[in-house]
């Protein structure tokens, strides 16, 4: 970790870098941006987005479970839940009773709504409110190396299961006749949402983790001709929203994540607005 700092400490210039705190959260954000944008597009390809943004949402009711059954480690309540929660809506969105947006509004209303309610009582709410901006300054070394495993584990399945997940969204039925294991596949892929989301969620905030999951995917999408070009941008686009945004919250005493979302929206409008030039 230390040879990290140096090497941070002669490629960046300023002084902001010289804090502790600040390596720490630059060492995370050059982990979780790109961990996001290979993330993210595979959202966005299964269109996911509210499947991902409804895992967020049912964070609470996670810790709220581990309140109730009196779990020390509130984050093994909320991941354990989370992972449920998501093979759930995966079962229920299989049975195609109601369309899978009704699907999964109603379980992120009800995740929402009831981790509230648990919370809330006895007014302790007030104890979990910094989830919904998180705080990455506050990350630590051990945090930075688990987050990194993380990372490797999400890049494998990327590297393994990506053309899985693109025919899967192409045609399910197709590519279940060419072998794939769709229904497995799309646990697997839930469930590494659900674990990545979860793990993330303290340093990203539950109110912007979708968006840093969607928007540099997005962004990507509209500028791209093929889909190398696709995770490369996004991978940019992302790596370069989180690292300006880290840097504008220090000189401007703002929320490091909301400012990284904000970046993000701009570069996004911005490819919007170039993507009939780009074409």
Known sequence: ???????????????WISYDFMKNALLAV????????????MIVNQKMAFFSEALGHSAYTGIGIGVLFGVADKNVSMLAFAVIFALGLNRINRKNTVSTDTIISVFSSLGTALGLVILSSGGNFSKYSNLLVGDVLSITHKEI???????????????????????ISINASLAKSKGVRVE??????????????????RWVGILIINALLILP???????????????LYSVVISVFSG???????YYNNTATGPTIVLVASVVFFLTLFAKPLVK
């Open 184 to 201: 497995l596949i799309e646990d697997i892929f839930s469930v590494l949402i659900a674990v990545i989301i979860m793990f993330s969620i």
């Open 30 to 41: 050059l982990i979780i941006t790109p961990l996001f944008a290979l993330l993210g597009t």
């Open 217 to 231: 995917a997005a962004s990507s999408r509209n500028i791209s001709d093929n889909m190398r070009e696709y995770h």
């Open 145 to 167: 190396s688990l987050l990194a495993a993380v990372f490797v584990l999400a890049l494998l399945f990327w590297f393994f299961a990506f053309n899985k997940l693109h025919a």
């Open 243 to 249: 690292i300006l945004g880290l840097v504008l919250s």
């Open 1 to 15: 970790m230390n040879m990290m700092y140096n090497v941070l400490e002669k490629v960046v210039p300023f002084q």
